[in-house]
């Protein structure tokens, strides 16, 4: 739907799995075994992974300024990771037990909060739309997926409702 390059790092696969639902079309990717094979998904964890899209979308708004991330903080809770030293001394987040859509999407959350890009993963403020993108703007200020489309429609709304209050 945008028309932006992938978020960094971990966060791509954070704005992929919220990207796999079409708000618009109601298209949902996890229906599919194809969809759902980037995130090594079976069809019985697509529940779960719903849930999880949501509460990622959710915070994704709230970096927008237009939602609460507070489910995605129990969704974590069940991810516990660990500080592992990597062979040249460095260190790195590792989950306790073998690795899960919800531990990589907290291992990508924690390192991307650690180096600041976290909160410039927003969700489109249009509300037919609600595509998960990286924002790189300088200010970090950016309001929709694509100026071209979402963005469009909604300063053509605003145009259309400001014409007609002077009509």
């Known amino acids: 739907m945008n028309d932006r390059p992938p978020a960094p790092g971990g966060l791509a ?8 639902l079409d ?37 994704c708004l709230a970096h927008a300024g237009h939602g609460s991330a507070a489910s ?7 991810a516990p990771l660990r500080v592992a030293i990597t062979a040249d ?5 590792r989950p306790l ?6 531990s990589r999407v907290a ?11 976290w909160t410039r993963l927003k969700a489109c403020e249009e509300q037919t739309c609600r595509w998960a993108y990286y924002d790189r703007s300088p200010a970090a200020r950016s309001r929709w997926c694509s100026m071209s ?14 014409r007609s209050r002077t009509a």
Do not use: H, Q, S, W
């Not at 489309?149 to 400001?162: D, E, I, L, P």
């Open 13 to 20: 696969l954070v704005e992929a799995l919220v990207n796999t």
């Open 23 to 59: 708000i618009e079309t109601g298209a949902d990717r996890l229906d599919t075994a194809d969809g759902r094979a980037p995130f090594g998904l079976t069809e019985d964890d697509v529940p779960a992974a719903r849930e999880l899209r949501e509460a990622l979308r959710g915070a």
């Open 72 to 78: 995605l903080d129990g969704l974590l809770a069940g």
């Open 89 to 93: 001394g460095g260190a790195a987040l």
């Open 97 to 102: 037990g073998p690795p899960t859509l919800v």
């Open 107 to 117: 291992e990508a959350i924690a390192v991307a909060t650690a180096d600041g890009t």
């Open 149 to 162: 489309v979402c963005g469009a429609r909604a300063k053509m709304r605003t145009y259309r409702a400001r």
